[in-house]
Every structure is written in structure tokens, then in C-alpha cells.
């Protein structure tokens, strides 16, 4: 499993620089991926354009929406702007799309909230041929455009990612949560007789800077999460606040099956990066780490090989940085 | 906190009792219509779980409660006039007068306001109140009274039953089974004293009617129960207690509070009462609302955290009960199942006990289950009377015609694979060819093929595997071959032909996505597209069936000549041959259209050319989508008469698929999701079943097959780590490769013959399993195909 670190574009007043800096230094760190999340009603970024800034910043790292939610924009619209991150990253971006939760964002965006699963398969059945026609260019970094995930919890979200889709998204929670999830993604795809396995990809929250940083990063959840209501004490029940807390979760999920983790931060405070960095590098056995970034980065993009990294992870590297 | 709470049942006095000792400073009334002693009902059942919880709660009435428990830890089954014991269930219940008892005395201690005799005719006539819990049972009036908010859903159950008491002494919940001139009958009864045991009779409406029980008076309708069971009461007798025949209604709710308003127990929620949770359900329910009032001062954020924390606990509760529900009013489709294994289904039919919890729980009940299976379906055939030594029911070999398999586990390599394989021009790869070898090798009994196309223009993608050129013949020859050769496993194909589902992309990239070049024309019974962006498919006419047909024949002689053990034909998933069953893709008016005898007269037609072309001593088996799971489209019905129709034109095994029948219609994918048809299908349409639906341990298939819901499990294999790709592909890549080899150039005579001999001797108890070691020296030239991707 690999483990990638969520950009903090949905943390309440978070700079512009912090966010890019955030970035840069998740690059050069341990992680596989950055990853964003997305919201209209918030204070908080647009996931692509955020990613976009990210892969000016990054030379290495993959960069995902997990998720960015498809039927809020215009298809031809979005598959543009993916093909164009794409195509600008070398083939970096992994694109997880879902309907979202949210009935004001649908709202504002003057999207009928009732057509979203139909908008959202019309997304998933038409950008392959989007990015194949060249029609909307530019040429995808890979055959067949861009790594393509579906998320949530619905018997439609599983069957759309044996229909449509690479792989798939959780929605965060505890391990055996995801463990069903993944058992009911897998169940879906042996059905329809895709090759292969989905690429799983699961994701959780963490705050590692003591008590000030686990209440910043709940408050910041309860706000964040207000709209599920009585649940958002689940969420923040699950909110990892010790190396021990994330070694455990990482864990559950590479026992899952799951390929790779994002984990976001609950507070942009820089230090929580190199936190989890640090404990993430001491996980060499079971995280698959990055190879080590050699001397000059190379004007060579990295052209997406997410499953076969081949490399392990490298030991040594995490006491040094601590 | 002024609390009223209507009912003074379980909950209403649990969860009485529990706020007042939280804080004496609520003023807590109980309103009750009946008197103190009155109960409707006799015994309560606990588990463990709950009883912990109890303890927790109220150590003082969990004292008292557990004073006065019946302990028992077995669960009888008489059926067929035979009793099946299982032990290791560990279950409690006292009788519910002395549950009220404890709880009425407990909440008068803690000074708790009772009062009983009092009707509620509208919620107006209560006093004010800072919260009303609503603990007024099924037919709750404040539920009622606020329909518009709670949204209740009651649904009626299909069977009706009756509470009785009975002096008989029990030692263990038992099930009692009976089948008489009016239908089938079944007793649930469990001792709640020292001296008197709850009597549950129930059966379906039909039977009841029959047996006129529905104009019978009480007194009447126990003499009936008293006969009928008359072998198992063995002398004792019934009693009433305001005894009516009812059926049960499963309640559920779209939210459970109102304002200062909330719903407890049986007013939120119910659970059919096989599985016992009723009271347990109410009492947990009781103590987690008297937590959240105590920790949210917050009465709002106390009722939605209450709801939050029983909610899901509840809906999983409710889901096995469901399960169980279904199973008792279905109950008469497996009164062909022998005791054993009728037993074993009825342990198992909640799917939350499995093979493996009954091997712990009782060793002897699990060796009876083995060595029964081993008999019955096996040893049996051999004279043998009784087998001391036998496998778990997954390893016990399955006779179909002439052909053995020596195990009841399907392996299919596609699944296997961790890359694709694509075939080229029809001809299967390498690594296909060696995962199948392989998956043998690794105890497969049976490994069947995935989708295999009978021409060129039936393929699915162009990397789909095919059975009509010389070229395929000649490889999937070398994969049977090797297959016999190393191991005593079968090796079916699935013949299949694509129809308007055909000339799409490699499903790596998707499903059906038409090919952007080399598109070939598709077929259907009508002329609709599968997708809005599929190719349009011409609608076959009767020239053009003949072609099919004969594909289908050409690829069945092929097949035997391929040395193929088992042929499948494929009517599932949206294919030709499903596509002509389904009313929303078979849309023809004349003779191959319509009513299902029609829509099903064209596969039938492949059916019978297929069956006289296959040689007769060698198994058919047929893929079938059972469910389009989609209005209007096939049904579940349609399937069991399908099935009965293809085993009576020589089908031996049905294999049963769900959905693709039209984009994004499916079944609920979970683990197990084609168990539940299985199940239904082996015992209504009496056939042998194959089932799939994402099988990963042996301990589910072996569940599976133990209660009669299958006769063969389709596995997938665990992933890399467990199977350590390399080294198991280099075993058998040298004598694929060397069969490949030998096979190429000269094909001799015999081989073919061969193909067809091996299979048809198999009945004799299947080959000599060769070890690899010498063929393995060679291993390693073609490991480059081992699917490496970590």
C-alpha cells in the first residue's frame, strides 16, 4: 500500500502559499500522492485548479481528487480541465469522481440535486471517448486518459466502478468499514468480468500536534462535516491523533486491500506534514515508500506508474529526518 | 425533567427505572393500560451480550433477573419425525411476568410513578411533560399520532402464528417441523421456567385456512396444535394467553424522535421474533436513550444521539431477522432436504452462524454433518453404509453422468489472473492457459472457463478467449491435457455468444465500449442497442438462427474434441441466448417472442442441438440469469420454470447469474449476492446447483453446501502475498509448454479420443495426480507471463 497526504485546500483561511508549500515539501517527502477534496459551499479551493497549482509545485507525486463531484460541472467542461491537468502534470492526476452529499451545493451550482447519479454516469461513459477524440484535447499523458475512481456508498457507486471506472474511493472510517466497502467493489468487478483488481483507495484524518492540534483539527471537523449531523461525531471520534493511531488504521486498510491511503490533514498548521512524514517513513514495512529523490530532479515528468513502483521501501530514512 | 412514558412493558419500566436512578430529580410517570399482572406473551430470551449490558446498566434488577434464568445451550430439531440436537448455543430466558415483576418492583424502589389501568385515548389527555417516551408497543398511539414525521413502514408478514404456553418440559429451544393434509407446520418453543416452556405454532396463510384456523375458536385452535404435535408434547398440554392467530408486522421508521418526543422498542422498531430480539432489542434500546439523556443536557442532541448510537445496531438486527422471516415463510421448499441438512440450513439461515461456528460450538453435531454429506452425496452411489472418516462437504467428490469431480470447488483463471490475458484472434493466452493448469494444481475440482465465443462475431472484445478454428481446438487441448495429465481436476468451457453486447473494447478499459475500428455486426432477438451508445444489433431471422445454432454445435464437437470435461452454455449477463429470455431485450412478436414458452424456444432449440452433439455421458451445464434485476424484465419465477424446462431437455447443473441484462441494473453486490437465488433455485426447481457470487473462504462454501443452497462453489482465490505467483507458474509452465509443443505440429488421432475417454472413464474416481518435480526442472522459460505487478 501507499500512502499519499491530503492538501489542506479545505481547512478554513489556509494561504495560498501554505497550500503550495505544502506540496513542495510532501514531494520531497514520503508520500505517493497529494490529494484534494472538494466543496462548492466552503470556504476552501477548487480541487483541479488546486491540483494544478500542486503539479507546478511537485515534480514526482501523484495528484487526486478524492473526490471531485462530477455532476456539479459541465461534463465537456470538466473533462477538459482533467485532460489539461494531465496532460500538464505528465500523466499525473488520479481522478475520483462521485455525486457528493451536499443538496446546496447542488443548489448553488444550479444543478438539479435529483439528476446527479444520471449526470454522473453520463461523466463516466463519455470522457474516455472525450480524451481518446482528441475532439477536447489536449492527448492524454496515458492511453485512455487519466486514472478514473468512483466514490461512495451506494449499491450504484460500486456497480458504476465495475462499469466505468479503475478503482474506487472510500469515504473514511474505520478499517473493517472499508474492508466492506472493498468487499462489495470487488464483488461488482468479478461480476462484470474486468481483468485484474480495482485500484482501492481508501482515506482518513489525522492531527498530530498534540492536544491543541487534535482540537483545532475536531473543530475544524465538526464545522467541515456539520451537514451529516449527529454523524459528525463519528467522524471526529475517528480522527487520528497519535503515530500509534495511524500505524493501526494503515494497517487495517493494507490488510484490506487497500492500494493506496490519503491522509488528510485536519489543520494546516506545516508541522502536522513533517509529523506524519516522520511516522510514515517508520512504516517502511508495511507503506510502500517512494524511491529516494536523487540529487537534481530530473526535467523528465513522472509518467503515472501507480501500481508498479518497483521499488520497497528504503529503511534509514526516517530516524535521519527526525 | 417531567417524563411521562406510555406502556409498561420492558422498555417503558427499563427505561424508567434507569433515568430516575441517573437522577432522582426526574419526575418519571409510567402509564399503563393493563393491570400489573396482566402479560401478554410468556418467555423472553437473552443473550450473553445483552446480559453484560444489563449488568452494566442495573446490577440490582440484572441480580434479580438472572435468578430466576432457564439456562440451555442446545436447539432441537424434530423434522420428518427424526430429531437433530446441536449444542453450544448459549441462550437464557425467563418467563416475562417475572421480568415485569422484577422491573415494575425495581422502578416503585426508585420511586417511579406506576399507573397501571389507565387508557390513553389521545395525546391530548396527557398531563404537560418535558419528554414522552413512547414505549406503547407495536401498535404505539403516539406513533400514530405523528405518522407525518415518524414515516412509519409496517409490513405484514405472509405466515401467521400463535403464542401458547405448554407445561412440556424443555431442554433446549426446539423447533418442531410437521407436515399434515392441510400444509406445513412449525414450532418454535424454549422453556422461560422451571415448569413451562413458550409454544410458538406457525404456517402459512394457505395451511391455515385449510385447516380452518382462521374461524376456529381459542379452544379450538389448541386441540388442533395438541394433535398435530401430539408425538412432541408427548401428553402435555397447551395453554392460552389471549392466543390469536396474528401475522407479524416488521415496523421500521424514518426517524425515531420528534421534538421532545421519542420512539423506544417496539413502537420504533421490530424484529420477527425467530431470532428472540424483541425484548432484548427494547431493553438495549431503553438503556442507551437513559445514557444520552444523562450525557447531552441537550434534550435534542440526547434523542439524535440516541437514535445515531441504536440505529445502525438495530437495522442489522432487523436485516437477520428479515433473513430469518423469509426462511420460515419459505420454509416448504426445503421439506425435500434430509434431516441433516435441513437441520444444518435452518442453524445457518440468518447467514450470521456459519459451518465453522458449529464445528466450535459442537464437534459432534459438525462430524455428524460431514460424515452424513459424505454419504449422501457420495458413498451412498458407492454401497458404502456409513462413512467414519469424512471430509469437510467442499472436498467430497460429486458424480454429474460420467464424470467425476473430486471436489465441489470451481476455480475460473480470469478471476485468478492479476493482468489481463488477452487471447489473440480467439486463441487463449499463455497465462490463462497456465493459470488454469495452475488453479488445478492447486485443488480446484473443477475449473471452468470464463466466456468462450462459438465464432468469431459472438466474442465480447477482441481479447476474448474462442472455440471455432483448428488453432483454438489445438490450445485449449494442451490446457486439458495438461490439466489430466497432473491432476484429478475437471476442466469445463463456457460457450457463449455475445450478441448486442458483442464488438466492444477490452474490458480493461470498461464494458461496452463499442470498438472504435474492426467492428463487426451484432445480433438480438430485436433491434434495441444495449447502451444508448451501443452499436445497433440486427434482429435475427430464422436463417440467422440456424447460423447460431450451428456455431453452437460446431463449438460443442470442438469442445469434446479439446478434451473438455463439462460444457456450459451461457444464458446470462445480456448475451445472445439470455437476451432472447428477457422481455425488455426480446421484443419479437412471432413464435421466438411473448410469453416465456416462446422467448425461451430459441435457446432451447441451441439447448437440444448442443445436448445430442455433446457426448452423453458427459455433464451440461447452463448459465442463467435468474433476476434482470429491473422492472419488467425476467424474474426470479420466470427462472424456475426456465430451469426446470432446460433439466427436462438434459441440462444437469444451473449456474445463476443476476442483472446486465440492461446498463446499470444489478443486484446489491456483497459477498455471497447469488447465494440467496441459489438457495431458492437447487430446492424449487429441484436441480443441481453451481454458485459464484463472490466466494472467498472455504468455511462459506462449505456453509453453502452443508444446508442444500448448493452442490458446487465457484472460489475466488486469495490474491498475492498467499499465492506466490512466480514459483507456482514455473510448476506447470514446462509441461503446458511441452504439451503446446507436442500438440502443435502433429495432432495425433488418438488424443482426441483420449479427450472425450479420459472424461467419460472419470466416473471411476478420477486420475493419478502426477508431482511436478521432474516437469518443473524445466519450469521458469515462461514465467514471463506470471502476472508480476507489486
Given at each position: 500500500?501507499?500512502v ?6 479545505t481547512?478554513?483561511?489556509t494561504r ?10 510532501a514531494?520531497?517527502g514520503p ?14 479551493y477548487d ?5 494544478a497549482a ?6 514526482r ?8 463531484i462530477g455532476?456539479?460541472?459541465?461534463p ?10 494531465d ?5 499525473r492526476?488520479t ?14 451550482a ?12 453520463e461523466?463516466?461513459a ?10 477536447i ?11 478514473l ?12 466502478v ?12 474505520p ?5 466492506r ?9 468479478l461480476?462484470a468480468?474486468?481483468?485484474g483488481?480495482p485500484r482501492?483507495?481508501g482515506q482518513s484524518?489525522?492531527?498530530l ?5 487534535a ?18 461525531e ?9 503515530p500509534q493511531g ?34 510514515i ?12 529523490v536523487?540529487?537534481a ?9 501507480p ?6 521501501g ?9 | ?7 409498561a412493558?420492558?422498555a417503558?419500566l427499563y427505561?424508567?427505572?434507569l433515568?430516575?436512578k441517573?437522577?432522582?430529580a426526574?419526575e418519571?410517570?409510567?402509564i399503563?393500560?393493563n393491570?400489573?399482572?396482566a ?6 430470551v437473552?443473550s ?15 441480580r ?16 420428518r ?14 418467563s ?7 422491573l415494575?418492583?425495581?422502578?416503585r424502589?426508585l420511586?417511579?410513578?406506576l399507573q ?10 396527557l398531563?404537560e ?15 400514530r399520532a ?7 413502514r ?11 404456553g405448554?407445561?412440556?418440559?424443555l ?5 418442531i417441523f ?6 406445513f ?8 421456567s422451571?415448569?413451562m ?17 382462521d ?16 408425538p412432541?408434547?408427548?401428553?402435555c398440554h ?13 415496523v421500521?421508521?424514518?426517524?425515531w424522535r ?5 420512539l423506544l ?5 421490530t ?7 424483541g ?5 438495549e ?8 439523556i444523562?450525557?447531552h ?7 439524535a444521539?440516541?437514535e445515531?448510537v ?8 432487523q ?14 421448499r426445503y ?19 456459519s459451518?465453522d ?6 464437534p ?6 460431514d460424515?452424513w ?13 456409513y462413512s ?6 467442499m472436498?467430497?467428490p460429486?458424480a454429474?453422468?460420467g464424470?467425476?469431480?473430486p ?5 475460473s483463471?480470469g ?7 488477452p487471447a ?12 488454469a493448469v495452475?488453479?488445478a ?8 472457463t470464463?466466456?468462450?465465443a ?22 485449449w487441448?494442451r ?5 489430466h ?6 476442466i ?12 466492444t473494447?477490452?474490458?480493461?478499459e ?5 470498438l ?6 451484432l ?8 447502451a444508448?451508445?451501443s452499436q ?16 453452437f ?6 469442445a469434446?474434441?479439446?478434451?473438455f470435461?463439462?460444457?456450459a452454455?451461457?444464458m446470462g ?11 425488455l ?6 413464435e421466438?417472442?411473448?410469453?416465456l ?10 439447448l ?9 455421458k458427459?455433464p ?7 433476476d434482470?434485476?429491473c ?20 441440462c ?6 443476476a442483472?446486465?441484462t440492461v446498463?446499470d ?6 459477498r ?8 431458492r433455485?437447487?430446492n424449487d ?5 453451481l ?6 473462504t ?8 452443508a444446508?442444500?443452497?448448493a ?12 499465492r506466490?505467483a512466480?514459483?507456482r507458474?514455473?510448476?506447470v509452465?514446462?509441461?503446458?509448454a511441452?504439451?503446446?509443443s ?13 479427450g ?5 472413464a ?6 493419478r495426480?502426477?508431482t ?11 514465467t ?7
Amino acid at each position: 500500500m501507499q500512502v499519499g497526504v491530503g492538501l489542506p485546500t479545505t481547512i478554513p483561511g489556509t494561504r495560498g502559499d501554505v497550500v503550495l508549500d505544502w506540496a513542495r515539501r510532501a514531494d520531497a517527502g514520503p508520500f505517493s500522492s497529494v490529494a484534494v477534496l472538494d466543496r462548492l459551499l466552503y470556504d476552501s479551493y477548487d480541487p483541479l485548479i488546486s491540483l494544478a497549482a500542486a503539479a507546478g509545485a511537485t515534480t514526482r507525486v501523484r495528484l487526486a481528487t478524492l473526490i471531485v463531484i462530477g455532476p456539479l460541472r459541465n461534463p465537456a467542461l470538466l473533462a477538459k480541465s482533467a485532460a489539461s491537468l494531465d496532460a500538464l502534470s505528465g500523466g499525473r492526476l488520479t481522478l475520483g469522481l462521485s455525486v457528493g452529499a451536499r443538496h446546496d451545493d447542488y443548489e448553488a451550482a444550479g444543478v438539479d440535486y435529483r439528476t446527479r447519479g444520471k449526470r454522473l454516469v453520463e461523466q463516466l461513459a463519455t470522457f474516455r471517448d472525450h480524451w481518446e477524440d482528441e475532439r477536447i484535447g489536449p492527448a492524454p499523458a496515458r492511453p485512455g486518459g487519466p486514472e478514473l475512481l468512483v466514490g461512495g456508498l451506494t449499491d450504484a457507486a460500486y456497480a458504476r466502478v465495475a462499469r466505468y471506472a479503475d478503482g474506487y474511493v472510500h469515504n473514511g472510517g474505520p478499517p473493517r468499514a472499508f474492508a466492506r466497502a472493498a468487499e462489495r467493489v470487488r464483488a461488482a468487478w468479478l461480476d462484470a468480468g474486468r481483468p485484474g483488481k480495482p485500484r482501492l483507495w481508501g482515506q482518513s484524518y489525522f492531527a498530530l500536534g498534540g492536544e491543541a492540534a487534535a482540537e483545532a483539527g475536531t473543530a475544524y471537523l465538526r464545522d467541515y462535516y456539520a451537514f451529516t449531523g449527529h454523524f459528525v461525531e463519528r467522524i471526529v471520534a475517528e480522527l487520528l491523533t497519535t503515530p500509534q493511531g495511524i500505524a493501526q488504521l494503515i494497517r487495517g486498510y493494507a490488510e484490506a486491500g487497500c492500494d493506496e491511503l490519503a491522509l488528510f490533514p485536519a489543520t494546516s498548521d506545516p508541522s502536522e506534514l513533517e509529523r506524519l512524514a516522520d511516522v510514515i517513513t517508520s512504516l517502511a514495512g508495511t507503506v510502500t515508500l517512494p524511491a529516494p529523490v536523487t540529487a537534481a530532479p530530473s526535467a523528465q515528468p513522472f509518467v503515472g506508474a501507480p501500481i508498479g513502483h518497483p521499488h520497497a521501501g528504503r529503511p534509514g530514512r526516517g530516524k535521519d529526518s527526525r | 425533567m417531567k417524563i411521562t412514558i406510555l406502556g409498561a412493558g420492558p422498555a417503558g419500566l427499563y427505561c424508567g427505572l434507569l433515568l430516575k436512578k441517573a437522577n432522582p430529580a426526574h419526575e418519571i410517570t409510567i402509564i399503563e393500560r393493563n393491570p400489573p399482572d396482566a402479560t401478554y406473551g410468556w418467555g423472553v430470551v437473552f443473550s450473553d451480550r445483552t446480559l453484560a449490558a444489563f449488568q452494566e446498566a442495573d446490577y440490582k434488577s440484572y441480580r434479580a433477573i438472572t435468578g430466576r434464568f432457564v439456562l440451555w445451550d442446545a436447539i432441537d430439531t424434530y423434522y420428518r419425525g427424526e430429531l437433530v440436537r446441536c449444542g453450544g448455543h448459549v441462550f437464557a430466558g425467563l418467563s416475562r411476568k417475572e421480568l415485569l415483576g422484577i422491573l415494575q418492583a425495581r422502578c416503585r424502589e426508585l420511586g417511579v410513578a406506576l399507573q397501571f389501568h389507565t387508557e390513553v385515548p389521545d395525546l391530548a389527555a396527557l398531563s404537560e411533560f418535558d419528554l414522552l417516551i413512547a414505549a406503547d408497543g407495536v401498535n404505539s398511539l403516539v406513533r400514530r399520532a405523528y405518522e407525518e414525521t415518524f414515516k412509519p413502514r409496517l409490513v405484514p408478514g405472509t405466515a401467521r402464528y400463535v403464542w401458547f404456553g405448554t407445561d412440556k418440559v424443555l431442554d433446549a429451544f426446539t423447533f418442531i417441523f410437521r407436515e399434515n393434509e392441510h400444509g406445513f407446520f412449525q414450532v418454535h418453543s424454549y422453556p422461560f421456567s422451571g415448569t413451562m416452556s413458550t409454544f410458538i405454532v406457525e404456517c402459512d396463510e394457505e395451511t391455515w385456512r385449510r385447516a380452518g384456523l382462521d374461524t376456529a375458536s381459542e379452544a379450538e385452535s389448541i386441540a388442533y396444535c395438541e394433535r398435530l404435535f401430539a408425538p412432541e408434547l408427548g401428553g402435555c398440554h397447551l395453554y392460552p394467553n389471549k392466543s390469536s392467530w396474528i401475522s407479524f408486522v416488521t415496523v421500521k421508521c424514518a426517524t425515531w424522535r420528534r421534538g421532545n418526543v421519542v420512539l423506544l422498542g417496539d413502537s420504533a422498531h421490530t424484529a420477527h421474533f425467530s431470532i428472540g430480539s424483541g425484548t432484548k432489542l427494547a431493553m438495549e434500546d431503553a438503556i442507551a436513550l437513559a445514557n444520552a439523556i444523562e450525557q447531552h443536557p441537550d434534550l435534542t442532541t440526547a434523542l439524535a444521539g440516541y437514535e445515531m448510537v441504536r440505529r445502525p445496531v438495530v437495522e442489522t438486527l432487523q436485516a437477520a431477522a428479515a433473513e430469518s422471516q423469509a426462511y420460515f415463510e419459505g420454509v416448504r421448499r426445503y421439506s425435500r432436504l434430509e434431516p441433516v441438512e435441513f437441520a444444518f440450513n435452518l442453524l445457518t439461515r440468518s447467514r450470521r452462524i456459519s459451518y465453522d461456528d458449529l464445528r466450535l460450538r459442537d464437534p459432534r453435531f459438525g462430524e455428524l454433518v460431514d460424515r452424513w454429506f459424505e454419504r449422501h452425496y457420495w458413498a451412498h452411489e458407492h454401497k458404502r453404509v456409513y462413512s467414519l472418516i469424512a471430509p469437510a462437504p467442499m472436498l467430497t467428490p460429486l458424480a454429474l453422468r460420467g464424470l467425476t469431480l473430486p471436489n465441489r470447488v470451481v476455480f475460473s483463471p480470469g478471476a485468478a489472473l492479476t493482468e489481463p490475458a488477452p487471447a489473440e484472434e480467439g486463441t487463449p493466452a499463455l497465462a490463462y492457459a497456465l493459470e488454469a493448469v495452475c488453479l488445478a494444481q492447486e485443488g480446484a475440482g473443477l475449473v471452468l472457463t470464463e466466456p468462450v465465443a462459438v465464432s468469431a462475431e459472438g466474442r465480447v472484445t477482441p481479447d476474448d478467449n474462442g472455440l471455432y478454428r483448428p488453432e483454438h481446438v489445438r490450445a485449449w487441448r494442451r490446457i486439458t491435457h495438461a490439466l489430466h495429465d497432473q491432476t484429478s481436476a475437471c476442466i469445463g468451457v463456457l460457450l457463449s455468444h455475445a450478441g448486442r453486447r458483442g464488438a466492444t473494447r477490452p474490458r480493461r478499459e470498461g464494458l461496452d465500449r463499442p470498438l472504435r475500428a474492426g467492428r463487426w455486426p451484432l445480433i438480438a432477438p430485436s433491434t434495441l442497442p444495449f447502451a444508448s451508445t451501443s452499436q445497433l444489433p440486427r434482429a435475427l431471422d430464422r436463417a440467422g438462427m440456424d447460423a447460431v445454432r450451428d456455431d453452437f454445435v460446431r463449438a460443442a464437437r470442438l469442445a469434446a474434441e479439446a478434451g473438455f470435461d463439462l460444457l456450459a452454455l451461457h444464458m446470462g449477463h445480456g448475451y445472445l441466448l439470455a437476451s432472447f429470455l428477457s422481455p425488455l431485450v426480446n421484443r419479437r412478436e412471432d413464435e421466438y417472442g411473448g410469453s416465456l414458452e416462446n422467448r425461451l424456444r430459441f435457446p432451447l432449440e441451441v439447448l437440444d442441438a448442443v445436448r445430442a452433439a455433446w457426448p452423453a455421458k458427459q455433464p451440461l451445464a447452463v448459465a442463467l440469469t435468474v433476476d434482470d434485476c429491473c422492472p419488467g424484465g425476467l424474474t426470479y419465477t420466470d427462472a424456475v420454470a426456465i430451469t426446470r424446462t432446460l433439466a427436462a431437455h438434459g441440462c444437469d447443473l444451473v449456474v445463476p447469474l443476476a442483472g446486465q441484462t440492461v446498463p446499470d441494473a444489478g443486484p446489491t453486490y456483497a459477498r455471497g449476492f447469488l447465494t440467496g437465488y441459489a438457495e431458492r433455485l437447487r430446492n424449487d426447481a429441484e436441480i443441481l446447483v453451481l454458485v459464484g457470487g463472490y466466494l472467498t473462504t472455504t468455511n462459506e462454501v462449505n456453509t453453502l453446501l452443508a444446508g442444500g443452497r448448493a452442490d458446487l462453489c465457484l472460489m475466488i482465490p486469495p490474491a498475492a502475498p498467499e499465492r506466490a505467483a512466480g514459483e507456482r507458474l514455473a510448476a506447470v509452465s514446462a509441461p503446458v509448454a511441452e504439451t503446446a509443443s507436442a500438440a502443435r505440429p502433429t495432432v495425433a488421432p488418438d488424443t482426441v479420443e483420449r479427450g472425450g475417454g479420459v472424461a467419460g472413464a472419470g466416473g471411476s474416481g478420477g486420475r493419478r495426480p502426477r508431482t511436478m518435480a521432474a516437469a518443473s526442472q524445466h519450469g521458469g522459460a515462461m514465467t514471463q507471463h506470471d502476472g508480476e505487478g507489486k
